[in-house]
């Protein structure tokens, strides 16, 4: 039989959410803010009424057998703590092999949002009204249309979760899905502008700019329509070359979890960039950030025109350095590349303001995904075939490759030439 503990448990702090936290009876205890007196008094409440209880275990049963958990003296739970519990879930939820995919990080905007005027509010208060304020004030934040919708749905999906979670009733979702998302053409909702594919033009004057393993990167996708972390993972293990074209089969991919395979084909082209890089492990990675620093290293040497001098030649690399070359790129670090190359091919002015700084930038640069929706206005381009963009991009439906699409207006034109 387990000891009863003589030491109170502790007031703690739950890092993943700042919320304190007192855990007993095998239960853990939402507080509030950590440090804030309504945490203090939470706390003091459930301790008193844990010690009147006869300080009980987890899962203490009477002599029929029958639980009597604690009863809680809050009563209903607050935004605050059901917040905090989706957070420990989604933490453990989005995560792929192993490995966070990053999307929990997404609902933070929304989730901030929420506590910033609703923390304390219980979450059967919280109804259609409340929600429509949030999306108003985002509205004047100057928020995009499409953030404004995405942000609102994260909220509803926090609720939806409370409800499997048996946390909520359900009436407070079915009350919060009749909250319309902002419409196209809204007043004062600003409307991001269409992704495009970036320009043969741009894209010829930033290569040069790139590390030389980077540049294979940017062409090999360019020509293959795969997405950036597809070609980061890339092995040579993963590709067959017995098959024409060359077909890598990604060890795992963005829609797998929908049961879909994910190909993806390399032709003549393609196939003269990769060769290189197969002659290695066959699990090793093909794009390497520390094999692109040798490069770097070795073409500096190459232009250099003075004499390396002997201390200079005895130098060994620092052991003890902050930063060292990762075994393969990730979607970011291959984007920063991106970034910087574009930075260098088109130099800002250097009389203008920061504001203005950045918003140059900002039009000079070009992302990873607008290859892919290059790759996708080139094949039907030449061909025709949005089927075949879908395939190539590994889209789930054709609607989704008709926006990585850019329109056909060269078509129109010669088309209208010649009967208008």
Request: glycine share 4%; proline share 7%; charged share 25%.
């Amino acid at each position: 039989m387990p000891r009863l503990t003589r030491s109170l448990p502790r007031y703690r702090l739950h890092k993943a959410s700042g919320q304190a936290i007192v855990e007993f009876a095998g239960q853990v205890h939402y507080l509030g803010p950590h440090g804030s007196d309504v945490s203090r008094d939470q706390y003091d409440a459930l301790i008193s009424q844990w010690l009147s209880a006869g300080r009980p275990l987890p899962c203490e049963s009477d002599s029929s057998g029958t639980t009597h958990p604690l009863p809680d003296p809050v009563g209903e739970i607050k935004i605050r703590e059901l917040v905090a519990r989706f957070w420990i879930h989604a933490e453990s939820h989005y995560v792929k092999y192993g490995s966070p995919t990053g999307t929990h990080k997404n609902y933070r905007p929304a989730l901030r949002r929420l506590l910033k005027h609703h923390a304390e509010m219980p979450v059967s208060q919280f109804g259609p009204k409340a929600l429509k304020r949030l999306k108003e004030e985002m509205r004047l934040a100057g928020n995009s249309r499409r953030y404004i919708n995405d942000n609102l749905d994260r909220i509803r999906r926090v609720f939806t979760w409370g409800v499997s979670e048996e946390l909520i009733p359900v009436e407070v979702c079915q009350r919060l899905a009749t909250v319309e998302s902002v419409r196209i053409g809204a007043a004062g909702v600003t409307e991001h502008a269409a992704v495009l594919p970036v320009s043969d033009l741009q894209f010829a004057q930033t290569l040069p700019f790139l590390p030389p393993v980077v540049q294979d990167m940017v062409q090999l996708q360019k020509l293959s329509g795969a997405r950036p972390g597809e070609l980061c993972i890339l092995r040579p293990r993963d590709i067959d070359t017995s098959l024409t074209p060359w077909v890598y089969r990604p060890q795992f991919h963005k829609t797998e979890h929908h049961g879909k395979p994910r190909l993806i084909h390399f032709g003549p082209q393609a196939q003269a960039i990769l060769i290189s890089y197969l002659q290695r492990d066959m699990d090793a990675y093909c794009f390497s950030p520390q094999e692109s620093e040798q490069r770097r290293s070795v073409l500096r040497r190459a232009k250099r025109k003075t004499k390396v001098t002997p201390s200079q030649a005895a130098r060994k690399p620092k052991t003890s350095s902050r930063w060292r070359p990762k075994l393969r790129y990730t979607t970011e670090s291959y984007r920063r590349s991106i970034a910087r190359a574009c930075d260098s091919a088109f130099p800002a002015p250097k009389e203008i303001s920061e504001t203005e700084r950045k918003a140059w930038q900002s039009a000079h640069r070009w992302s990873p995904n607008q290859l892919r929706h290059a790759a996708a206005t080139e094949i039907c381009r030449k061909f025709g075939s949005l089927v075949a963009a879908k395939e190539a991009l590994g889209h789930s439906s054709i609607r989704t490759t008709e926006n990585y699409v850019q329109p056909k207006y060269e078509q129109v034109r010669d088309v209208m030439s010649q009967i208008g």
